[in-house]
């Protein structure tokens, strides 16, 4: 038994009958014995869709083996099939369906991708000249058919099939062909790989020597296109060849966002007021950039030298501009201008729109000059490396960390640090001679300038007061142990965990114990007690042993020359240095053995 839909049997008959297989297709039916259809309340309006369904039904219908279930009230095939057997209403359908459960196949699934572009098609023609009622009709018999939602269907319907018309491709003949390419990389390589441009210049004459020498002749046809070829389509067509040949791909021009930064080189420092920072990323990666790992987001002032840090886990562009608005809050006075490298972390619209809205002038330094950005380079060094070092931090424990640090280290640099700033400097030759102001901290310099406000330098004075270089010093340092255990994955010690007192009372022996930062302490060495290549002598040591035990001052070359006659294929000269320490190893061992009575390990 066959239960299926009449909409979809109907559908699949139009479908076979387009395709000229009306009558197979009715053939491959008849393997079931009894073909039951669902009408589904389906009207008999389409002239089409009823004769291929009564070409079916004619056919099934002399041998007794179809049965239609209907809404009788609605579609009204009991006026067509007069006999009970062959039609029933839909309310006796389940008493007659559940006997015949077991035999039965049910069709109505999902189509297959060719029969529902076929469906569509044939479906979405009635849809376009059907008026609003049927229209509704026909979408809910294909929403049956198909199983789409119904908003999905009617826009499959409602969409209108592309009359317009493919695109032609016109081949055409090429101009400068592989012929062409051939010569021009000839006389590229000839012209010791000049430019586009120089190559035009010289190509008639060159290409004029050539074939006065005999190294090339041409046909007028073939001479005439290499010669009117442009410097431009010299350049396009060697492109490949030159970027093979060098290694090197085509520098691309620079991008909209960054022609829109302002270059500033190193030149135009001189004399800044207070708030001119410049900005940098320092990656605490451990020398291995693959995976994610921690960078600190650093900003010094160029005039006094105040230095900002913050950790930051992932170089994102939101991020950078919160870390950038943190930092400008941090600072004792306004912000200015702010000044990176060209690393596309900064050079972005997110950093360029949020100077705009805080009036900060954005500048960038050229690419590859690090002598422009010498003052963050030099504090990257002094104060990050210093109290981080060199080792690899992730995850946001290590991050919260650093940020404790970080807290401690600002105000003990900033206000306990002094440093030296460059006066002038004066070239002799190869000589150099730099003259420094005295060495001030960065709030003295800013309290000394006449270019900060009232307001600012109330507040250093105020926080110098507060702040205890000592109680400061203790927390970097116990934040320091904190991440030297984190990278290592070891717990703290004993005598990294000390409170202030302690702390001070150490100070003065301090200097005996060697680096004080733990995050610069040396690590201990891994005792070798593995080998790293397999032992020559594995399989014959016993025997060695032997030959020293019956002659203990037998040296270590009378033993190989004894070992290359028995195994020729096994040892060789070049064993000689080794085979001579392992004898020495064992006469030490039997030396102890005869003072001590005991045998070395």
Known sequence: MLLTTCSLLVQQLLIAKRDLRLQKYIKQLSRFEGLMIDDLGYVQQNREEMEVLFTLLAERYERGSVLLTSNLAFSKWDQIFKDATHCLNNSDTERWWLPQQKDTQIVGGAMEMQAKAALIDSIRSRYYGARKRDKSRILDEFVAITGHQRK?????????????????????????????????????????????KRLKAILPELLKSMESHGHMNLDDSLKTRVLSASASTIDRLLRPIREEATGKKR??????????????????????????????????????????????????????????????????????????????????????????????????????KFCDSQSITFTRSRPY??????????????????????????????????????????????????????????????????????PQTPCERLLSDSRVSSESKEYLRRNRLEQDPLELLHAIRQSQAALDSLSTEDSLSQEQQIDLEEF??????????????????????????????????????????????????????????????RSPDKYNGGQLRTLQRRVSQWRNIMARKLVTGTTAT
């Not at 021009?184 to 430019?195: A, H, I, P």
């Not at 105040?306 to 930051?312: F, G, K, S, V």
């Open 251 to 352: 520098v691309r021009p620079k991008k909209k966002v960054r022609a829109a930064v302002a270059v500033k080189t190193f030149s135009e420092w001189d004399d800044v007021a207070p708030g001119s920072l410049e900005v940098d990323f320092v990656a605490h990666c451990g020398g291995n950039l693959s995976g994610p790992f921690i960078h600190s987001l650093v900003a010094t002032d160029v005039a006094s030298g105040w230095t900002e840090c913050i950790p930051i886990l992932i170089r994102e562009q939101s991020l950078v501009v919160e870390s950038l608005e943190l930092l400008r809050n941090r600072f004792p006075f306004p912000v200015l201008g702010i000044n990176t490298d060209n690393d596309s972390s900064f050079i972005n619209e997110s950093v360029i």
């Open 504 to 565: 001070l009372s150490q100070l003065p022996e301090l200097w005996k114990k060697g680096e004080a930062r733990p995050t610069h302490q040396p690590k201990p060495m891994r005792t070798r007690d593995y080998r790293t290549r397999p032992d020559p002598f594995e399989g014959d040591w016993t025997t060695i042993l032997g030959w020293l035990e019956k002659s203990p001052d037998a040296t270590a070359s009378s033993l190989l020359e004894r070992l290359i006659e």
């Open 152 to 196: 999905y269907a009617l826009r499959i319907l409602a969409e209108r099939q592309n009359t317009t018309p493919e695109r032609c491709e016109v081949v055409g003949r090429k101009i400068y062909d592989c012929a062409v390419k051939e010569v021009l990389v000839t006389l590229w390589e000839s012209s010791d790989r000049l430019c586009g």
């Open 369 to 438: 000059r690090k002598n422009d950005q010498a003052w963050i380079e030099q504090k990257n060094g002094s104060i990050v490396r210093k109290h981080l070092g060199y080792q690899r931090f992730s995850g946001p424990i290590a991050c919260q960390t650093i940020a404790h640090l970080f807290d401690s280290v600002r105000w003990y640099v900033n206000m306990f640090q002094p440093s030296f700033k460059l006066l002038s400097k004066t070239r002799d030759g190869a000589r150099v001679s730099k003259k420094f102001h005295s």
